[in-house]
């Protein structure tokens, strides 16, 4: 059981730093990006994120199968999210604390053809490849794109770069 739940968990956060992603680089979000983010999602979006968010409240207080059944009813919903960034945030969490993995790859696809170079979107991909038992060529295959993406993003940064050894280490990390 905790296993499981540190899997779900470990998914979740995956999940939201993918939908949140913005770039390769890590970035930093003013305020006024911040706002107009926000004004971009209308009352009816909130509405549904609100209630998204009241249903997610009560994993922590009842049962986790009862949330979960309740988070596959407001899949239908959820779709219905005119943003297109809260919509595939929505969308991955609840997938991935449902444990609709098939699902989570589809849209992590979907994702991915916006923006092949999102690495979090793309180590996501080989989680979810692992999670779903592929062949391992499938994963070996995700794992080399996943280096290739590293080692393009290493290449752009210079060595003093606060985030080239972690980049670096990701890089060797994908490879093995």
């Known amino acids: 059981m905790i296993k499981q739940l540190s899997f779900a968990i470990t998914i979740f956060f995956s999940s939201i730093s993918i939908a949140c992603s913005n770039g390769n680089h890590t970035t930093d979000i003013s305020s006024k990006n911040s706002a107009t983010q926000q004004e971009k999602i209308n009352v009816k979006d909130l509405e549904l994120i609100k209630k998204y968010n009241e249903i997610l409240k009560k994993i922590s207080t009842d049962d986790f199968n009862t949330v979960q059944n309740e988070l596959r009813d407001f899949i239908p919903e959820a779709l219905t999210i005119s943003n297109k960034k809260e919509r595939n945030l929505v969308l991955m969490n609840i997938y991935t604390q449902t444990k609709m993995y098939p699902e989570a790859l ?65 890089y060797y990390a994908a490879m093995l």
């Open 106 to 170: 589809s849209l992590n696809k979907f994702l991915l053809k916006d923006n092949p170079n999102n690495v979090n979107a793309q180590k996501f991909q080989c989680l979810l490849l692992k999670t779903l038992n592929e062949p391992d060529s499938n994963i070996k295959r995700c794992y080399m794109t996943l280096s290739t993406i590293l080692k393009d993003n290493l290449d752009t940064l210079k060595s003093t770069d606060p985030i080239y050894k972690y980049q670096e280490w990701s």
